[in-house]
């Protein structure tokens, strides 16, 4: 049997911040509002989805002390791919030198959990050590003229190394999700830009991450008291703190970032995930409780025993 751990982290933004001021500046808002409704203070806005993901998958090497050529394979989350053909996976794998198979992953917010159980299957079926990345440009594909959606896009990348272990390793349960009759509440049509109901996907949002949590907590055989991090998907602070307050887990075991990088799509998780490990709040042992949920509608969480 062959489990995982995760050895290496990295992270990368856009040099480029945009405050709520800036964004009053040409929208119909203010940083009250944006503050009062989502939680979101600013966001970082630039850059290309490889190029973001080159410079965290970079950083995570460097921190797991290990060279591009010892990573067997690259899952890339995404969901504002560089182009349609190819992936964007590829230029990143060239672009760091890792030697076997690139994919990328569109689960919209849920792609970081989504890639974690893939790269969690390929290590289980024989691979070695696995980058997975969350990489976005949402601002790509945003209407920065529309204040319903581009007051809360962030773009961003995290990454991680993913290494094999003997046994059972940390990944003690997880789920994946979906149900495409619900499509039209987050999308984006080739050439368009991104459309968000946003009141429906607000409300779905939090009864299925509590959903999908629940299930992940009770299939590891732990109660919210066990876990020592929530670490969600930072789509407004209001949805975390409504699954919080449902979930029994209290706000100050949460990992919270969306103040300064707004909703970064599948990079969240990995940016929260950074954050909360390099301010020392992950150690030896913690259960870790990784949450998301977005556009198919897609949601899915896992547990993680940190360490080993
Ligand atoms: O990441 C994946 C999934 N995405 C999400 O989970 C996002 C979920 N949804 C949300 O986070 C929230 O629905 C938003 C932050 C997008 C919007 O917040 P809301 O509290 O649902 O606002 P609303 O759309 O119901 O609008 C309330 C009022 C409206 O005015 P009236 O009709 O009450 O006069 C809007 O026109 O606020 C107005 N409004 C704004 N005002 C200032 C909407 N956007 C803005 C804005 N600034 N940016």
Same mark, same amino acid.
């Given at each position: 049997?062959?489990?995982?751990?995760?050895?290496?982290?990295?992270?990368?933004?856009?040099?480029?911040?945009?405050?709520?001021?800036?964004?009053?500046? !040409?929208?119909?808002?203010?940083?009250?509002? #944006?503050?009062?409704?989502?939680?979101?203070?600013?966001?970082? #806005?630039?850059?290309?989805?490889?190029?973001? @993901?080159?410079?965290?998958?970079?950083?995570?090497?460097?921190?797991?002390?290990?060279?591009?050529?010892? #990573?067997?394979?690259?899952?890339?989350?995404?969901?504002?791919?560089?182009?349609?053909?190819?992936?964007?996976?590829?230029?990143?794998?060239?672009?760091?030198?890792?030697?076997?198979?690139?994919?990328?992953? !569109?689960?919209?917010?849920?792609?970081?959990?989504?890639?974690?159980?893939?790269?969690?299957?390929l290590i289980a079926a024989g691979s070695?050590?696995?980058?997975?990345?969350?990489?976005?440009?949402?601002?790509?594909?945003?209407?920065?003229?529309?204040?319903? $959606?581009?007051? *809360?896009?962030?773009?961003?990348?995290?990454?991680? *190394?993913?290494?094999?272990?003997?046994?059972?390793?940390?990944?003690?349960?997880?789920?994946?999700?979906?149900?495409?009759?619900?499509?039209?509440?987050?999308?984006?049509?080739?050439?368009?830009?991104?459309?968000?109901?946003?009141?429906?996907?607000?409300?779905?949002?939090?009864?299925?991450?509590?959903?999908?949590?629940?299930?992940?907590?009770?299939?590891?055989?732990?109660?919210?008291?066990?876990?020592?991090?929530?670490?969600?998907?930072? @789509? !407004?602070?209001?949805?975390?703190?409504?699954?919080?307050?449902?979930?029994?887990?209290?706000?100050?075991?949460?990992?919270?970032? *969306?103040?300064?990088?707004? !909703?970064?799509?599948?990079?969240?998780?990995?940016?929260?995930?950074?954050?909360? $490990?390099?301010?020392?709040?992950?150690?030896?042992?913690?259960?870790?409780?990784?949450?998301?949920?977005?556009?198919?509608?897609?949601?899915?969480?896992?547990?993680?025993?940190?360490?080993?």
């Open positions: 049997m062959r489990g995982i751990r995760i050895s290496g982290w990295g992270i990368a933004v856009p040099d480029k911040v945009v405050t709520n001021d800036d964004m009053a500046l !040409n929208l119909d808002t203010s940083d009250a509002w #944006i503050v009062e409704r989502t939680g979101i203070r600013e966001r970082h #806005i630039g850059g290309t989805t490889s190029g973001l @993901a080159i410079e965290a998958g970079q950083a995570a090497l460097d921190c797991a002390g290990r060279t591009a050529a010892e #990573i067997d394979h690259l899952v890339l989350a995404t969901t504002t791919p560089d182009g349609i053909v190819p992936g964007t996976a590829p230029s990143v794998q060239h672009a760091l030198g890792i030697k076997g198979g690139a994919f990328d992953i !569109n689960a919209a917010c849920s792609g970081f959990v989504y890639g974690l159980v893939t790269a969690a299957g070695g050590p696995i980058m997975l990345i969350g990489s976005e440009t949402l601002s790509n594909i945003t209407d920065m003229n529309d204040r319903a $959606i581009a007051i *809360i896009v962030g773009d961003g990348a995290g990454a991680v *190394i993913i290494e094999p272990v003997d046994g059972a390793g940390g990944l003690l349960s997880w789920n994946l999700n979906s149900d495409g009759s619900l499509r039209h509440l987050l999308k984006c049509e080739h050439g368009g830009t991104l459309f968000m109901d946003g009141k429906e996907v607000f409300r779905k949002a939090v009864r299925v991450v509590v959903e999908s949590a629940e299930r992940a907590m009770a299939d590891a055989g732990l109660g919210p008291d066990d876990i020592s991090l929530l670490v969600p998907h930072q @789509a !407004n602070l209001r949805i975390i703190q409504a699954a919080c307050q449902r979930l029994g887990i209290p706000e100050e075991r949460t990992a919270v970032v *969306i103040d300064r990088y707004g !909703n970064t799509s599948s990079a969240s998780i990995p940016l929260a995930l950074h954050d909360a $490990i390099v301010g020392g709040r992950v150690h030896d042992g913690d259960h870790l409780l990784l949450t998301g949920f977005g556009g198919g509608m897609t949601w899915a969480s896992a547990v993680l025993r940190w360490g080993g």
